[in-house]
């Protein structure tokens, strides 16, 4: 499950060498797993196998009928943002991604944004 050529992934992604089909009949596939060419080869092996696999925050290309939700990011990172605004008083907000080009991380960047616009803050 991971590239052999990268020893760090070799620790990260041993844990799911662990995962054993045989355990369950269904599988929900995170984006912040992090690479997302493990994630596709992952989902692959798991259909091959029979087992049927979603994913939350991005799509895989790579495999067939592997539907994907996306959550409003948009909305939820203006609540939070508002919320540390608001209730904590918050005047420079940091926003840490676990990637700046997914559908998720575009969506919360822009609420983000906009809410540093509306209350007159930096951008950090």
């Known amino acids: 499950l991971f590239r052999e050529n990268n020893p760090n992934e070799q620790g990260e992604r041993s844990i799911y060498q662990l995962v054993h089909e045989h355990y369950f009949d269904g599988c929900i596939i995170e984006s912040n797993l992090g690479d997302f060419a493990w994630a596709?080869?992952?989902?692959?092996?798991?259909?091959?196998?029979g087992i049927p696999v979603v994913t939350l925050n991005f799509g895989i290309d790579e495999v067939e009928n592997v539907p994907f939700m996306m959550p409003d990011a948009y909305d939820a990172g203006y609540q939070l943002m508002e919320h540390l605004v608001k209730v904590h008083n918050s005047k420079r907000v940091n926003i840490v991604l676990t990637s700046e080009d997914d559908m998720f991380s575009v969506q919360l960047v822009k609420a983000y944004k906009n809410c540093c616009d509306l209350y007159n803050l930096d951008l950090v």
């Open 40 to 49: 596709a080869t992952f989902a692959n092996i798991l259909e091959k196998r």
